[in-house]
Each structure stands twice: as structure tokens, then as C-alpha cells.
């Protein structure tokens, strides 16, 4: 199979169905005379056209995982108060110098203070408070003596080990005072910041918002998974595959599923979407055939350009916005190949980075590492590869200790149709343009996608 066949899950791009309302007269933009991109010049192009989305502000319970638009500052001091970091008896410190295993000191108990007591007794010498963790260090009391080094007394309580200077108080400011910065504009709001921003006295944040993005599939012959089907139907698996991918990045998904190929119904699907959602990607459509519903439709608007990227599995893409309105911009749109491995690679080399700049994230790009090959293969000359690899690790015997390597995860290597093989897939190896032959033992470059 080819870039220039759509099927979705291993059917055709171009071979023909229940197509109506179709002109049969188009400009072909993937055609082989058309002035192909590089991989780099096409997402530059895409990455020109996108910027975080407007700030919003939520709830911290909805601020996991989005990233902030505003510098977080603390509202009190952190902790607010002089509080123990230990179950024990808050005591005066003086009083106890001489307390051993040998020469216990045995002193009143004058108040009980569990965490949120808003009580302050103050203690004078000879005196002590039992306290439990997180509690008030009640006026007068300069240490803690932990419960392990008491008889646990609850009216007098014997201390059998002096201790040290301020022991176990965590004071008032420590971790930060009044006004400083506890998060920085541009950070991810992971759980540990999440609990910084909420120990800092804050309610709600100002963050950019996920992306709401359609995922839909172009194709009369896709069906529902799990529907009965007929000669010439398939299950449509791309709608799921790049809503999940969209999860994955930290999107909205809004998952159409398959439409036929229908110029008015994609057309009528469109503009009801551009009102709602923030990205649409679409798959299939988008090369060289008669029922090539997606370019029919958007090549017109004029706002979407379509033409050849120097990449394999991938070669056909579309990429614009759906036209503007008074109250608002269109959409971004991405229109990928149909196959689900040129979508795949397709959706994280172009439109994953695109989401991320969405979300404000301050790193766009997937980590990559360095593998070693195990088993060879061969890659299209003038196009970059991206072949799904298993990566795994091994010890080498030697002072690095560990052996990255990576192996095609299908026997039919790159191939666009091949899904079961994509899902044993962990990475991408990345081969550049002039390279055609990768041997066992060469190094590459492979994107981590799991």
C-alpha cells in the first residue's frame, strides 16, 4: 500500500462506494508534480498559526494537568503559625536539660491540643502541653519532645530525653512568606503543584484551557465497531485511535466517528462544529482519489492547504482554519491520511505539538533517545521515516550498564495499514531524508510514544 490509499483500517483511498453529491473535477494538490515540504517546514507552518488558547480561570479541582497563565502567590505565610511536626508534648525547653533514660523529669499536663484547636494556653515554667502533629505551639513552649520519648502521660507525663534547640516546631513562614511566589506562569500544574497552590491559600487559578477537538473519519466504508458489516465495510478505528491520542495530550475530545462521503454532510457537520470546538482533525480524504470528500470541501474555503510533505507514512496532509466569523476565528483543521498508521504519525509529528502550544505547555515536542537498531530495514529515498519500533533496554556489561534498542514492531515495518503492529509500538524512529538503508547496529533517533 501506498500514503495515497486511505483505508481505515486496511481498506482503500480511492476505490469507489456510496459517494453523492461529489464534483469529480478537482485540483489535485498531492499530485506527484506538486512542490512537497519537509517534515520541519510543514510544522513550522502549522506552529505559526497556533498560540495558547485565551486564560480562563477554574477551580483547583480542574486545574490538574493544564498550565498556568498567572505567577501563584502565597496569601499567608506557610505555615501560618508555629505548629509541631510531631505527636508529643509541647514543652519549655529549659525546663528539661537534665532529662535521661536514667533521670526522667516528670511535669504537669495543663492542655490537650489537637490539630485545628484554636486554643493558646500559655505554659510557664514547669509546665506542659500534650500536642498532637500540626497543632498551634501554644505561647511560652519552645520545643516538642516526641511521644516516643514519654511515658505518654495524660495528666503528668515523665520525659526521659532532653530536647534539642526549637526541636520539632515548624515555624510560621518557613516554607514561604506572605506574597512570595510559589508557581511560576508556564508551569504544569502536576498534583505536587496543585498542593503548593492550595497550601498557598488559593481557591482558583488562571490557566489556558484544554482544547476541545472533533475527531472524525471520512469513509462510506467505515462502520461503527461491533456493527455487522457487508463486502467492501470496515470498522472505523481512527476515530477512536486520535480521540485517544487527543486524551493522551491533554485535549478535549469530542469523537464524531465515521461520516460518509458526502460533500453537503461533511460540509453541514463542519459548520455546526466551528462554533464549539477549538481543533478538528480529520481523517481520510485527503489524496488523490475521485471521493476525496475532505479536499472537496475545504480546498474551495480556500483557508485550508493541502499539498505532499517529504514523510513516510504521511505524505498526503492538509492543514488551516475553517473560515472566520464576526465572533470568532475558525477552528485550526488538520485533515491526515486515512490509514491508521500515516494518522498516527501524521497526529504526533503535526497536530500533538500544535495541541500542546494550545495548552500553553512550555515543551511541545516528545522525548527522544538515541537506540540502537536490532533488526534492519529499508526507507524511501528523498522522504523522512517514521518507522513504529518496540524500544527496549538491556544491561551491556559495561560502565554505561544499559542498552537501548529498537526493533520494527511489525514484520511489515512502516506500512500505513499495519494497526496491530502500531499498538506494539513504544516509539518512532525518526530516519532521516537521505538514508535508505538502516542496518543492525546503527544508532538513531527515536521519539518515545509510551
Known amino acids: 500500500m501506498t500514503d495515497t490509499e486511505r483505508p481505515d483500517a486496511g481498506a482503500r483511498d480511492t476505490a469507489p462506494g456510496d459517494h453523492a453529491n461529489h464534483s469529480h473535477t478537482r485540483t489535485d494538490a498531492c499530485a506527484p508534480a506538486a512542490s512537497a515540504r519537509t517534515v520541519a517546514e510543514q510544522l513550522a507552518i502549522v506552529l505559526a498559526s497556533v498560540a495558547p488558547l485565551p486564560p480562563v480561570r477554574v477551580e483547583l479541582d480542574a486545574a490538574r494537568g493544564l498550565v498556568l497563565a498567572e505567577d501563584v502567590l502565597t496569601v499567608t505565610d506557610t505555615p501560618p503559625f508555629d505548629n509541631s511536626a510531631m505527636d508529643g508534648y509541647a514543652v519549655i525547653r529549659s ?35 500534650r500536642i498532637m502533629t500540626g497543632a498551634p505551639i501554644p505561647d511560652g513552649a519552645n520545643a516538642v519532645v516526641p511521644i516516643e520519648d514519654t511515658d ?45 497552590a492550595a497550601s498557598a491559600g488559593t481557591s482558583s487559578v488562571l490557566v489556558h484551557p484544554a482544547p476541545r477537538v472533533a475527531v472524525i473519519s471520512t469513509g462510506s466504508e467505515l462502520v461503527t465497531p461491533g456493527s455487522p458489516t457487508r463486502r467492501g465495510q470496515i470498522p472505523d478505528s481512527n476515530s477512536f485511535l486520535l480521540s485517544a491520542a487527543v486524551a493522551e495530550a491533554g485535549g478535549i475530545a469530542v469523537r464524531i466517528g465515521a461520516v460518509p462521503d458526502d460533500d453537503d454532510v461533511l460540509r453541514a457537520l463542519l459548520d455546526e462544529l466551528a462554533g464549539s470546538v477549538d481543533v478538528i482533525v480529520l481523517s481520510g480524504g485527503v489524496s488523490v482519489g475521485a471521493y476525496d470528500v475532505v479536499k472537496a470541501v475545504l480546498k474551495p474555503l480556500g483557508t485550508v492547504d493541502f499539498g505532499p510533505v517529504k514523510m513516510q507514512p504521511g505524505k498526503p496532509q492538509g492543514f488551516g482554519r475553517w473560515p472566520a466569523t464576526e465572533q470568532a476565528s475558525g477552528p485550526l483543521i488538520f485533515a491526515l491520511p486515512g490509514n491508521p498508521v500515516s494518522a498516527y504519525v501524521s497526529f ?43 524500544v527496549t533496554h538491556r ?41 535508505t538503508h538502516i542496518r543492525g547496529g546503527d544508532l538513531i533517533t527515536v521519539m518515545l510514544t509510551s
Open 152 to 196: 505518654q502521660g495524660i495528666e503528668r507525663v515523665a520525659i526521659v530525653r532532653a530536647p534539642g534547640a526549637a526541636a520539632h516546631v515548624r515555624r510560621a513562614g518557613e516554607d514561604a512568606h506572605a506574597g512570595d511566589r510559589v508557581l511560576r506562569a508556564g508551569s504544569v500544574l502536576w498534583p505536587t503543584r496543585v498542593a503548593a
Open 395 to 435: 544491561t551491556d556489561g559495561t560502565e554505561n550498564g544499559t542498552l537501548t534498542e529498537a526493533r520494527p514492531a511489525s514484520r511489515g515495518g512502516s506500512g500505513s495499514h499495519l494497526v496491530a503492529g502500531l499498538a506494539q509500538a513504544s516509539g518512532l524512529a525518526i530516519v532521516p531524508e537521505d538514508a
Open 95 to 129: 525546663d528539661l536539660l537534665s532529662a535521661s533514660p536514667q533521670n526522667p523529669i516528670t511535669l504537669p499536663v495543663v492542655a490537650d491540643l489537637a490539630a485545628g484547636t484554636a486554643e493558646n494556653p500559655r505554659l510557664v515554667p514547669g509546665q506542659v502541653a
Open 348 to 390: 504526533e509529528v503535526f497536530v500533538r505539538p500544535a495541541l500542546q502550544r494550545l495548552l500553553g505547555q512550555p515543551i511541545l515536542n516528545r522525548r527522544t533517545v538515541t537506540a540502537t537498531v536490532v533488526d534492519g530495514w529499508r526507507s524511501p529515498p528523498g522522504r523522512a521515516q517514521y518507522m513504529p519500533v518496540i
